[in-house]
């Protein structure tokens, strides 16, 4: 798949960061990427009001007047209300609290280990759940067979956050400089890079993006929203650190093998309560 993956990236060209107001299907949207695939030119947009992304033909678009009350501009703003924390800034509570509605996120960062949390996967396919995996293209590279057969569970339905393309990690260095934070990032290769990996592999990007480690600072918070769109999503119930889950939880678990424990306290959870997981733009619904 490495090298596949390589061919179809090469097929998505002209790959650029927009900000563009754009009416489709008496919708409107926040067009954010636009790239020509196949002759054809597309737009990955972002619904101003469920935050839902698309890819659309920009043949069935109109250029509109920008919109500022829109729940999108509001949950931008809303991520921007911690980012002077070290960790876990962004989106890190439901933007608005259900009862019994629980989110699930499951993180793929790049791992030495070989295979993957099938028996997490497999439970949750016991029964139709939407979850949210967050992706390091370096993950899904090494671990091809894995990849795809978490892609091929029937029950499962994904949001794909973008996790970075090589989600690097400096075991010697300080959070603040670790990371996203490390001075050498290419944070351009490392956000587009990963979403042009989910686009040739037929995924399509969500609004969301999780910081490798959860570490950021303010200056990466502004930037991530402000030029890239999009929107940085932290967890209030990590459960290897024994938080509950509780009403509108989000939950975060590994999926590489890296947390044994979090994902057997989560299993026995998960069975007990009879646990169901909903979509994370739910928690953006009125
Ligand atoms: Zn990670």
Redesign the pocket.
């Known amino acids: 798949m490495f090298l596949i993956g390589f061919l179809y990236a090469d097929s998505i060209k002209n790959y650029k960061v927009i900000k563009k107001q754009i009416i489709s299907k008496e919708q409107y949207y926040l067009a954010i990427r636009e790239y020509k695939k196949s002759q054809k030119d597309y737009y990955l947009a972002v619904n101003i009001n469920t935050l839902e992304t698309k890819i659309i033909d920009k043949k069935i678009t109109k250029d509109v007047k920008s919109i500022k009350d829109s729940t999108l501009n509001r949950v931008y703003k809303v991520s921007k209300i911690d980012k002077n924390s070290l960790t876990n800034a962004g989106i890190n509570s439901a933007y608005k609290k259900h009862k019994d509605i629980y989110y699930i996120t499951i ?4 791992s030495s280990k070989k295979g993957y949390e099938k028996r997490l996967f497999e439970s949750l396919n016991k029964r139709e759940n939407s979850i949210a995996i ?1 992706l ?1 293209a370096k993950w899904a590279m090494r671990h091809q067979r894995e990849f795809k057969e978490i892609l091929e569970y029937k029950n499962i339905d994904i949001t794909w956050i973008n ?2 393309y090589n ?1 690097y ?1 400096y075991p010697r260095k300080k959070l603040k400089n670790n ?1 996203l934070l490390a001075k050498w990032t290419d944070l351009y290769k490392e956000i587009i890079a990963n979403e042009k990996f989910m686009l040739s592999h037929s995924l399509v990007p969500s609004v969301f993006i ?5 570490v950021s600072d303010a200056k990466l918070v502004d930037k991530v929203v402000d030029s890239y769109s999009l929107v940085p999503l932290g967890s209030d119930t990590w459960i290897a650190k024994a938080q509950k889950i509780k009403d509108s939880s989000i939950i975060l678990l ?1 999926g ?1 093998l890296n947390e044994k424990k979090g994902i057997k306290m989560f299993l026995k959870e998960y069975n007990k309560r009879e646990l169901n997981f909903v979509k994370l733009t739910e928690m953006f619904k009125q």
């Open positions: 993180d793929l960062c790049p967050a390091s996790h970075t989600h990690y990371f999780r910081f490798p480690g959860l590994h590489n």
